[in-house]
């Protein structure tokens, strides 16, 4: 069945970086668009990013130039490279396939 398990979330202040990483097994990761998505304390699950099977990627305006999807096929992992973060950048991130499949999260907080 499809697995997703993401990892590399975490505790920084303003302005730093993270790197998000999702694992990924049951499908074939190659030919499937996948996505981040987000959830801040108290509101819905918000769109990030997402990536095709052409490395053709997109990005919500308030994350545009500071943060890089990609994705790694021979890994089949997901990445999500996060600079410059804000605190409003704080939520659980999510890993998605689309057409179904989500991991569990995991939670980055944005604070001094």
């Known amino acids: 069945q499809v697995q997703l398990v993401e990892s590399g979330g975490g505790l920084v202040q303003p302005g730093g970086s993270l790197r998000l990483s999702c694992a990924t097994s049951?499908?074939?990761?190659?030919?499937?668009?996948m996505t981040w998505v987000r959830q801040a304390p108290g509101k819905g699950l918000e769109w990030v990013s997402g990536?095709?099977?052409?490395?053709?990627?997109n990005y919500t305006d308030s994350v545009k130039g500071r943060f890089t999807i990609s994705r790694d096929n021979g890994k089949n992992t997901l990445y999500l490279q996060m600079n410059s973060l804000k605190p409003e950048d704080t939520a659980v991130y999510y890993c998605?396939?689309?057409?179904?499949?989500r991991g569990q999260g995991t939670q980055v907080t944005v604070s001094s």
């Open positions: 990536i095709d099977s052409s490395g053709n990627t």
């Open positions: 049951g499908f074939t990761f190659r030919y499937s668009t």
């Open positions: 998605a396939k689309a057409g179904g499949g």
